[in-house]
């Protein structure tokens, strides 16, 4: 395998930070961009590394791999306060442009996975010039679903500065997070996108059950179908969790990218 670090700006001239992994051996790549949750990075190193366990099983079948940290994370420039769906939405834009006009990889077999508000951002911006969509802990209703993680894990002030533990870090975040959430429809939008979509949820997750996926997944148009990970939960921690999530995602691209 070799690696590239990426340096992509966005639509407010942040610097976003990545690396490009691709197979030995291939003049052009099949490649899958990964959109990080809402806390993360793009190691999601407070999941256990779960992006670096996607991105070496997807590498050894001979998959290309883009990690980067979405605006205000990781290593990437802009400040979290400033998170929102859409402003992520535009992160991935900006990284699906670069990475499909590039010449090592096949610009007609780029997918994107994107976990928790990363399958938000994923969904918000849409299928053009995308293979496939994989979206892991996703969830129909995004402002519901952010007070309960800020009442549960952090503060609730919707016309302030809400907080939220990340880590070893507070996170704070403005108003725009929740007057954006509020403007989303997923439903409509996963019913005007037609191209192959996996979703994938934890049936112990907490903060997205199952209930906050099936509306979605009845909504998606065919070929397309919803997977439910025994004992897991939303950052799928146990061994045999991830054994059963990559499994399945090896499948899908197998097929669909």
Known sequence: MQSQELTILNTYDEALAGELWLPLGQQKSKTLILAHAFSGDRHESGENFLFDFFRDRLLEEGIGVCQFDFSGCGKSEGNFRNTSITKRAQDLAAVIETIRSRPDVRSDHVGVLGRSIGALATLARGA????????????????????????????????????????????????????????????????????????????????????????????????????????????????????????IILAWVGKYL
């Open 128 to 247: 053009e010039g995308i293979k496939t969509l994989i979206l892991l802990a996703t969830f129909t209703h995004a402002f519901e679903v952010f007070q309960k993680l800020f009442q549960n894990e952090g503060t609730y002030n919707p016309d302030g500065i809400s907080t939220l533990k990340g880590g070893e870090k507070v996170l704070q975040v403005g108003p725009i997070l929740w007057q954006d959430a509020e403007k989303y429809s997923f439903e409509q939008i996963v019913q005007s996108l037609y191209i192959p979509i996996l979703f994938v949820q934890g049936a112990q997750d907490t903060l997205t059950p199952l209930s906050e996926v099936e509306p979605l997944y009845h909504q998606a148009n065919e070929p397309k179908a919803l997977k439910i990970i025994p004992k897991a939960g939303h950052g799928f921690e146990t061994e045999q969790a991830r054994s059963n999530l990559i499994e």
